[in-house]
């Protein structure tokens, strides 16, 4: 069971305003898709991952500048909604 | 005038090539269907102003004898694949006016080999959903009944080349995306081997599931698209050079006969799908039973990891860097209001869903036990494949469904992914072609069986698409 409250808190988490209504229907739908997916813990079983290396793992490449300094700057900034010269706009966090 | 109907990549590059006809007179062909027909279907967002242009630059190639086998070729683009200079807006209100500031590698692919893209097609919002409806600029309907959804997400490119208004299309297939929508739309549908084809300037729905794929109107069309955007790019981590598997003429084939069989599959597909076998076996190829045992939790898995993923990738769109920005009084409220207006239901539903599954206390009992499930469910194909060349079962549960007719349910919805799902979870690539049709109030709609290789066996897939349609 998902309620309200708990589905409130998640939107806010994930930065999403939802209106009242919303988080009541959602909040029987996400019930439902987790209690589809709860057979889950049954077919894992004990398996335990320390042990079993899984398939996918991640690939890093080295941390090293790939283009010039301010190469791609105006080409980005110009799809900003808004900017200070060569910065970002956004509102301040501390008062 | 060319007859579009019966128009394949390989027949209309034999006669750009040899001169007969030229990429802007074909160009033209499907601008002028688009026109007539668009306004029904409304597989396209934009029809891009320089298609002309990109055509006449193809035919100074062929002229020039440096023609390939896609040079002049019009294709059409899933919104969310990056044009430079294009609208790429993922069919989002969040994207809406977002212009692309680099091209995709399939496209930069693509373009040196002289294709021309004709424009951008509508899709699920940021590639989530089965039928297209949850685009914000409205559904595209299927062109042979258009009370019917196209299939999703990847349904205005189906839609685009089965009413002939691009003589192919690209898509992407994070679930069953391309395949679901080519088998409502009775077209063929290739995801590749994951890692395959770069995402580069894919916007990212599930990464470690997403794929660009192909629609056509033939196997062997798939197979040309696939050759030309394929390989290794330094662009994208996860991509691979191909080292092809072996091909046999006449083919071991599994069926999971359990899983095909299972509840809620309509009876006119399965009745299909056995014909499809027969075919198969009257062609000299031996059908087998194999074990996929852990293919029903398939969905399940999927449910938790694509919405997790879902979550941490859509993260990135705040109303900072671009895209639609929503004022509020402070920063937080910007966040909050300008992703709760950006995003349409079904992404805000899987956003949060994602974030619950990721969230402390929670990871552990959905996150990391639906990717334990998903390596049993790759194991079980590596299994099956030591036996089977490939494997078939139907691309869809049913046909095309009617508009409106499981918007309000999402599950229900998401089980039209049942067939395509393991797919993507397993990593290995998949070709859906046309098997027949099934009557419903006196339409013939389109069927689809999918065939189902191991990595890099996409030579596999191509070969028995042909055989399939005796291409």
């Given at each position: 069971?998902?309620?309200?409250?708990?589905?409130?808190?998640?939107?806010?988490?994930?930065?999403?305003?939802?209106?009242?209504?919303?988080?009541?229907?959602?909040?029987?739908?996400?019930?439902?898709?987790?209690?589809?997916?709860?057979?889950?813990?049954?077919?894992?079983?004990?398996?335990?991952?320390?042990?079993?290396?899984?398939?996918?793992?991640?690939?890093?490449?080295?941390?090293?500048?790939?283009?010039?300094?301010?190469?791609?700057?105006?080409?980005?900034?110009?799809?900003?909604?808004?900017?200070?010269?060569?910065?970002?706009?956004?509102k301040?966090?501390?008062? | 005038?060319?007859?579009?109907?019966?128009?394949?990549?390989?027949?209309?590059?034999?006669?750009?090539?040899?001169?007969?006809?030229?990429?802007?007179?074909?160009?033209?062909?499907?601008?002028?269907?688009?026109?007539?027909?668009?306004?029904?279907?409304?597989?396209?967002?934009?029809?891009?102003?320089?298609?002309?242009?990109?055509?006449?630059?193809?035919?100074?190639?062929?002229?020039?004898?440096?023609?390939?086998?896609?040079?002049?070729?019009?294709?059409?683009?899933?919104?969310?694949?990056?044009?430079?200079?294009?609208?790429?807006?993922?069919?989002?209100?969040?994207?809406?006016?977002?212009?692309?500031?680099?091209?995709?590698?399939?496209?930069?692919?693509?373009?040196?080999?002289?294709?021309?893209?004709?424009?951008?097609?509508?899709?699920?919002?940021?590639?989530?959903?089965?039928?297209?409806?949850?685009?914000?600029?409205?559904?595209?309907?299927?062109?042979?009944?258009?009370?019917?959804?196209?299939?999703?997400?990847?349904?205005?490119?189906?839609?685009?080349?089965?009413?002939?208004?691009?003589?192919?299309?690209?898509?992407?297939?994070?679930?069953?995306?391309?395949?679901?929508?080519?088998?409502?739309?009775?077209?063929?549908?290739?995801?590749?081997?994951?890692?395959?084809?770069?995402?580069?300037?894919?916007?990212?729905?599930?990464?470690?599931?997403?794929?660009?794929?192909?629609?056509?109107?033939?196997?062997?069309?798939?197979?040309?698209?696939?050759?030309?955007?394929?390989?290794?790019?330094?662009?994208?981590?996860?991509?691979?050079?191909?080292?092809?598997?072996?091909?046999?003429?006449?083919?071991?084939?599994?069926?999971?006969?359990?899983?095909?069989?299972?509840?809620?599959?309509?009876?006119?597909?399965?009745?299909?799908?056995?014909?499809?076998?027969?075919?198969?076996?009257?062609?000299?190829?031996?059908?087998?039973?194999?074990?996929?045992?852990?293919?029903?939790?398939?969905?399940?898995?999927?449910?938790?990891?694509?919405?997790?993923?879902?979550?941490?990738?859509?993260?990135?769109?705040?109303?900072?860097?671009?895209?639609?920005?929503?004022e509020g009084k402070d920063l937080l409220e910007d966040?909050r209001k300008?992703?709760?207006?950006?995003?349409?239901?079904?992404?805000?539903?899987?956003?949060?869903?994602?974030?619950?599954?990721?969230?402390?206390?929670?990871?552990?009992?959905?996150?990391?036990?639906?990717?334990?499930?998903?390596?049993?469910?790759?194991?079980?194909?590596?299994?099956?494949?030591?036996?089977?060349?490939?494997?078939?079962?139907?691309?869809?549960?049913?046909?095309?469904?009617?508009?409106?007719?499981?918007?309000?349910?999402?599950?229900?919805?998401?089980?039209?992914?049942?067939?395509?799902?393991?797919?993507?979870?397993?990593?290995?690539?998949?070709?859906?072609?046309?098997?027949?049709?099934?009557?419903?109030?006196?339409?013939?709609?389109?069927?689809?069986?999918?065939?189902?290789?191991?990595?890099?066996?996409?030579?596999?897939?191509?070969?028995?698409?042909?055989?399939?349609?005796?291409?």
């Amino acid at each position: 069971m998902i309620t309200r409250e708990q589905v409130e808190k998640l939107a806010a988490l994930a930065r999403v305003e939802i209106a009242p209504e919303e988080a009541e229907k959602l909040a029987g739908e996400l019930g439902a898709i987790l209690d589809y997916a709860g057979e889950l813990t049954k077919a894992a079983g004990d398996i335990d991952r320390t042990k079993d290396v899984p398939a996918h793992r991640n690939v890093m490449r080295d941390d090293t500048p790939v283009h010039e300094p301010l190469a791609h700057t105006e080409t980005l900034l110009t799809a900003a909604p808004s900017r200070d010269g060569q910065y970002f706009k956004v509102k301040k966090i501390l008062s | 005038m060319i007859d579009l109907t019966t128009l394949t990549i390989s027949k209309a590059s034999a006669l750009l090539r040899e001169g007969s006809l030229t990429s802007r007179v074909l160009t033209e062909s499907y601008l002028e269907a688009i026109k007539a027909k668009d306004t029904d279907i409304h597989a396209y967002l934009e029809v891009y102003n320089d298609a002309l242009t990109q055509a006449d630059a193809a035919d100074a190639l062929l002229k020039a004898g440096k023609g390939g086998p896609l040079t002049g070729i019009p294709i059409a683009v899933k919104d969310n694949i990056l044009v430079k200079g294009k609208i790429a807006s993922a069919s989002s209100k969040m994207l809406e006016k977002y212009v692309a500031s680099y091209d995709a590698t399939v496209i930069e692919r693509l373009k040196k080999a002289g294709v021309v893209f004709i424009g951008r097609v509508n899709m699920d919002e940021f590639a989530m959903g089965g039928s297209t409806e949850n685009s914000a600029f409205g559904a595209t309907k299927n062109p042979i009944d258009t009370t019917r959804v196209s299939g999703g997400s990847s349904g205005g490119s189906a839609a685009a080349v089965a009413a002939d208004m691009a003589l192919a299309a690209l898509g992407s297939d994070t679930g069953g995306s391309v395949r679901q929508p080519a088998s409502f739309c009775g077209v063929v549908g290739f995801k590749p081997t994951y890692g395959a084809i770069s995402r580069h300037g894919l916007i990212a729905m599930g990464s470690s599931l997403d794929q660009i794929g192909t629609l056509t109107k033939s196997a062997g069309d798939a197979e040309l698209l696939f050759d030309a955007m394929a390989g290794k790019d330094s662009m994208d981590a996860t991509t691979i050079d191909l080292v092809p598997v072996s091909v046999n003429k006449k083919m071991r084939i599994g069926v999971p006969e359990q899983f095909v069989a299972s509840e809620g599959i309509d009876p006119e597909v399965l009745s299909n799908f056995r014909s499809s076998l027969e075919k198969l076996k009257a062609l000299g190829h031996e059908i087998v039973p194999v074990e996929l045992p852990s293919l029903p939790l398939a969905l399940a898995v999927y449910y938790i990891l694509m919405p997790a993923e879902v979550s941490s990738n859509l993260a990135r769109l705040d109303g900072v860097k671009y895209g639609l920005h929503v004022e509020g009084k402070d920063l937080l409220e910007d966040y909050r209001k300008t992703r709760g207006q950006g995003f349409g239901k079904e992404v805000r539903r899987r956003i949060i869903l994602g974030t619950y599954v990721l969230s402390s206390g929670y990871y552990d009992a959905y996150y990391n036990k639906a990717t334990i499930v998903r390596d049993l469910i790759t194991k079980d194909y590596k299994k099956a494949f030591e036996s089977v060349d490939v494997i078939a079962t139907p691309t869809a549960p049913s046909p095309a469904f009617r508009l409106g007719e499981k918007t309000e349910n999402p599950l229900e919805m998401y089980l039209a992914d049942i067939f395509t799902v393991p797919i993507n979870l397993a990593g290995v690539p998949a070709i859906s072609v046309p098997s027949g049709f099934t009557k419903r109030e006196g339409k013939d709609l389109p069927l689809g069986v999918q065939f189902v290789a191991p990595h890099q066996g996409e030579a596999r897939l191509f070969e028995i698409g042909k055989q399939f349609l005796a291409e």
